[in-house]
């Protein structure tokens, strides 16, 4: 998820539904975003001032030199493989060594696991190695689906992980099928998804919802004409089916694993195909997996509204807040400039034209981090003035929006092309208008912005191949479940869920605000975490941090 609106991933109109995939973005309208973990992103948003405005990247920390090498699999490891699968249990890798003491490789699997035989795609990795004494590798999902885990631990391994966990495992990401360098969907160039993002369309009316309809039957198309066959076979279960190649290319017997928000999903469909292959697994912002699309998309709104009233009542305790009032009275502030926006669209400084569905994304991306709210402050500074430049910049952010206007990922593509298969969900006319008023009354800030998903996969070209239910997990190797209190896009009670359906599993809370929580909370939750993946200690249940 890190989901929800997104974060992750998504577009115009008053519902990012209408195509979130165009604009990438925070609102998934409808689609409910399960997540990706904007957390070294939300460091930078914190400093504020004018460098929300330009492109923020995260200092390198000096990183051991890696030489290039060929990993081979121990053929003990290798006799794991399922029938049929030994060539890709058993290859090869060429680790190059890329930057700053990295090294990435490249991973044959198979395009369809029903086929072996039919074609292979290749998956994109990278590796942190090791500081220390390495006991194996821990292999990082950081949220989505569509997030790339090769730009994660490019961009965030040296800073974001530990170094106790550093000097024990390599950290090895890697972008899932379908996401980044690893047989990318693909569906428009740059200048069509600028152009996508400034559609309207309004649901509430009959000509408006067939518009929407037709513009998502175009893209969806064009989605499987540029991606090919490919596009049908990137659920998460074929995913969790690549994990355990991969994981028995890095020579690990087990998989040690950690997920974020939509990689909790992964992870925990991992447990349940390959219980017996379970090393250490750690799930921090769980979704749950028994709920559908449209109970996730519910719990998601409500977290978002409890979300934007503490942001609200932390801002008016500061010297400078541009809401006066009660929270009550500041909430409805921001709503006015929601609707003001909705009904007469706004101009940035850079000439683009700013929709309600840009400026909710732009409100929804701090919510991901506290520490990014004065960031959220300044824009709505901004906003209230007339100027809405600063709240697009943050939309960009959450879009993976360059400021020379290119887009750094096909992350909203891959949203959307994953959660089609991933779930089934109601595209009837009735039924999402009747979603729609049930969210207005669970969010009435962003509600309506959350509604319609299911017109992105109506008209889809796959159907979608599973069915929610609880995970099933019958592994003699205990899990660790993570959860926030205050999280606005995968909130606590999908862990206390997921946690219980897993049954040998361990839940750790930690008692703040904002998306995930290791790598940006407190030492409790980091020492929890450290422990069980290098010395095998497993946290108390019910831990509170």
């Known amino acids: 998820m890190k989901s929800a609106p997104r974060r992750s991933d998504d577009t115009p109109s008053r519902d990012r539904s209408a195509q979130p995939a165009a604009g990438g973005g925070a609102a998934g309208k409808g689609s409910a975003r399960r997540g990706t973990r904007p957390g070294f992103l939300a460091v930078c948003l914190a400093l504020a001032s004018m460098l929300v405005l330009s492109a923020c990247t995260v200092p390198f920390l000096p990183a051991p030199t890696a030489k290039p090498s060929t990993s081979t699999v121990d053929p003990s490891i290798a006799a794991s493989a399922p029938k049929g699968l030994e060539k890709f249990y058993s290859q090869s ?48 999902n950081p949220g989505g689906p569509g997030g790339s885990g090769v730009d994660f631990v490019r961009d965030a391994g040296n800073t974001l992980f530990t170094e106790k966990l550093k000097a024990n495992y390599d950290v090895v990401g890697f972008d899932p099928r379908g996401v980044g360098r690893s047989a990318p969907v693909t569906c428009m160039t740059d200048a069509e998804r600028d152009a996508a993002r400034e559609k309207v369309f309004r649901k509430n009316t009959d000509d408006g919802l067939a518009a929407a309809l037709a513009f998502n039957k175009s893209f969806a198309d064009q989605c499987s004409q540029q991606t090919g066959e490919v596009l049908g076979l990137i659920d998460t279960v074929s995913a969790a089916k690549d994990l355990d190649v991969l994981r028995a290319v890095v020579n690990d017997a087990k998989l040690n694993y950690l ?26 912002g769980a979704v749950d997996p028994s709920i559908s699309n449209e109970e996730l998309t519910a719990g998601q709104a409500r977290a978002f509204e409890r979300a934007i009233r503490t942001y609200v009542a932390s801002c008016q305790q500061q010297n400078q807040c541009p809401l006066s009032g009660s929270v009550d009275n500041g909430v409805q502030e921001i709503r006015d400039l929601i609707n003001a926006v909705d009904q007469n669209p706004q101009t940035a400084k850079d000439g683009r034209l700013v929709t309600s569905n840009d400026f909710v994304n732009g409100l929804i991306l701090p919510l991901y981090n506290d520490q990014s709210w004065p960031a959220l402050t300044q824009a709505l500074e901004g906003a209230f003035s007339g100027d809405v430049s600063q709240m697009m910049r943050l939309a960009d952010l959450g879009a993976d929006r360059e400021p020379n206007g290119t887009y750094s990922s096909n992350s909203a593509f891959a949203f959307q092309a994953i959660n089609c298969l991933d779930y089934p969900m109601v595209t009837d006319t009735e039924g999402m208008r009747a979603e729609e008023v049930r969210l207005i009354q669970d969010s009435p800030t962003f509600g309506s912005f959350f509604a319609y998903g299911g017109v992105n996969c109506k008209d889809w070209p796959y159907k979608n191949t599973r069915t929610p239910a609880p995970v099933e997990y019958n592994g003699s190797a205990p899990i660790v479940v993570v959860g926030t209190t205050g999280d606005p896009a995968t909130p606590l009670e999908w862990s206390q869920s997921l946690r219980k359906q897993l049954e040998n599993a361990s839940l750790v809370t930690w008692e703040g605000e904002g998306h995930t929580a290791y790598g940006r909370s407190n030492t409790c939750v980091s020492t929890a975490v450290d422990d069980y ?5 497993l946290p108390q249940d019910g831990l509170k941090c």
Not at 264 to 275: D, K, Q
Request: aromatic residues 10%.
């Open 93 to 140: 890798v060429e680790w190059s060594s890329c930057e700053n003491g990295l090294q990435c490789g490249k991973v044959q699997v198979p395009m369809n696991y029903a086929k072996p035989d039919s074609g292979d795609i290749t998956l994109s990795v990278i590796k942190l190695p090791s500081t220390g004494n390495k006991k194996g590798s821990v292999l990082v």
């Open 259 to 284: 997920g974020f928000s939509y990689g909790t999903f992964l992870g925990s469909t991992y447990a349940a195909l390959f219980p017996d292959n379970v090393g250490r697994l750690v799930l921090d």
């Open 533 to 537: 993946f290098v010395d095998g200690k």
